[in-house]
């Protein structure tokens, strides 16, 4: 399946684009896709608070993902 | 009513106003956010913003249900930069109507620190030479 990544902020920057596309097998949650993301960009480990959102929505625990969903990494907001 | 609006162009006060303003209000709280010159002894020229707006949105939703539920209120606004915002600029107008004043205060104050806690937006401190992300609390 696929899934969208958005990267905000210095997640951006650290991955060096704000969206990419990824493919994961299928029953991939999102802790599962936290670690493929840190083995790729491994400069995520110094981002030490992330939060993912799974379709706009923050996520509290790990969930299932699906195909065609939107994840974003969204390092510690400062809007204001 | 509530008006929402993520832009790249100024943002206008009065507009923010006329959507707060209603015979049943007796008061009105608007708090303006500008774009300061310096941030810990650094001067700072610009700031910029990155916004996830479509989720931006759905918390701005999300906080003026909280505020719809906790204080007699009748209209809440937030008008927020993206983009590069020069120094003395408005970052961020935030707004509440209700028929009296003192909830109006309480609302806009819970409104602009919930806008900084769970709304996804990032400000990058731009300097003479050199950028940073703002890290909260930093």
């Not at chain 1, 684009?17 to 840190?38: A, F, G, I, Q």
């Not at chain 2, 209000?25 to 810990?40: D, H, P």
């Not at chain 2, 916004?51 to 909280?66: C, G, H, N, Q, S």
């Not at chain 2, 996804?120 to 609390?137: A, N, Q, R, S």
């Amino acid at each position: 399946m696929k899934v969208k990544i958005l990267a905000f902020g210095l997640a951006g920057e650290v991955i060096g684009k704000r969206s990419l596309e990824v493919e994961l097998r299928d029953n991939t949650d999102t802790d599962l896709l936290k670690e493929h993301l840190m083995l790729s960009y491994p400069d995520l480990r110094g981002l030490l608070n992330f939060t993912l959102a799974v379709n706009q929505s923050y996520i509290t625990s790990a969930v299932q993902l699906r195909d065609g969903d939107e994840v974003a990494i969204i390092p510690p907001v400062s809007g204001g | 009513m509530m008006s929402f609006l993520i832009s790249d162009q100024s943002l206008d006060v009065k507009a923010v106003e006329s959507v707060l303003s209603d015979p049943e209000c007796g008061g009105i709280v608007l708090f303006i956010g500008n774009v300061r010159n310096s941030t810990a002894n650094k001067n700072v020229v610009a700031l910029e913003f990155e916004v996830y707006e479509p989720m931006a949105i759905l918390e701005l939703e999300k906080i003026r249900d909280e505020i719809f539920s906790r204080w007699n209120v009748k209209h809440v606004a937030l008008h927020h930069r993206k983009g590069r915002v020069d120094v003395g600029q408005s970052a961020v107008i935030a707004g509440i109507s209700a028929p009296h004043r003192a909830e109006a205060f309480e609302a806009c104050a819970y409104l602009m620190n919930r806008l900084k806690e769970v709304v996804p937006i990032w400000k990058k401190e731009i300097f003479d030479h050199g950028e940073v992300w703002v890290t909260p609390h930093a």
